[in-house]
């Protein structure tokens, strides 16, 4: 678990982790807050959906708002917007210095004034919109790569695929082995190559990249190509169940996924962990979502409000080519 605030920028890079602040879809209920997600991820702190209540989440979560710096809205409906304003504010009254991204339906624009300009506040955060259009890449650095793909849901809505950038990882024993030392090292990360006692020793003979992790958000949907493609090899993804397969009609009437089809999605897509939300109020119990998709997809789980879940790295190794150009990124710190 990810101590909060971090007692250093190491402890803070090294958290990787999944809360659930809300997990309930149309109406809150005693145990479920509106759905609100926070991920943590590599000194980010991106925020989805923050509906009614999330500034009061955070609270009970144990975790200082100003750890967001980007919010996403997959759509305008209530449960997924109406605590965007109060989240603004607190962080304006916390007097965040970072600029806080947002990234929305650029159809959901008036929306988005109104619930950022609905009280009499002085602004003094740097708010950063990204009102986006068309689907594709919305944002790329040397960490992250933010995808948006339109889903159907009957009204403009968008999902979200984010992808690490791939990290070099040197190999400490083929290092030693090689007589690698000091600035040797920084001449092989820029150059590719460098000679070391008149033999040339090429970055991919001591390194190898560790393929960057995806998380994928989906919801408020019929399963969809889009859906897929967001999904596709997540290494985790978060992802609607709103209803079970017994009510599987009223998935189909009202654009959204039983836990079963989620389940399938995952399966299908190669994800690794599936985390199920969005429920709906005539559920009391959200385990029965897990059971329900374990019988398709047995890495799944059932969201709960204030829960936490691991984004551990995994450990997939690419080779580097010995043509290619040097890897931007530094060596991912342990």
Known sequence: MCEDPPISKKDYMSCRDLTILGCSSQQPTRHRNHGAYLLRWNLEGLLFDPGEGTQRQFIHADIAPTTVTRIFVSHFHGDHCLGLGSMLMRLNLDKVTHPIHCYYPASGKPFFDRLRYG????????????????????????????????????????????????????????????????????????KGVVEVDGKEIQLC??????????????????????????????????????????????????????????AQMAKKAGVKKLILTHFSARYPESEVFAEEARKVFTESEAAEDLKRFPFPKTDVRLPINPLQAHHKSLEDPE
Not at 137 to 146: A, C, G, M, N, R
Not at 155 to 167: A, C, L, P
Not at 232 to 253: P, R
């Open 205 to 262: 003979d001591v390194a190898y990249l560790r393929k960057g992790d995806v998380f994928a958000y989906v919801v408020d949907t019929r399963v969809c190509e889009n859906a897929y493609r967001l999904a596709e090899d997540a290494s985790l993804l978060l992802c609607e169940s709103t209803y079970l397969d017994e009510h599987a009609h009223l998935a189909e009437g009202y654009y959204h996924m039983t836990a079963t089809q989620a």
């Open 119 to 190: 009280t009499i506040y002085h602004e003094n955060i740097n708010v950063i919109e990204h009102p986006v259009n068309e689907e594709g890449i919305v944002h790329e650095d040397e960490t992250f790569k933010i995808e948006a793909a339109f889903l159907e849901h009957g009204v403009t809505n968008i999902g979200w695929r984010i992808t690490e950038k791939d990290q070099l990882k040197f190999e400490k024993d083929k290092v030693k082995g090689a007589g690698l030392r000091g600035l040797q090292m920084r001449e092989l990360q820029t």
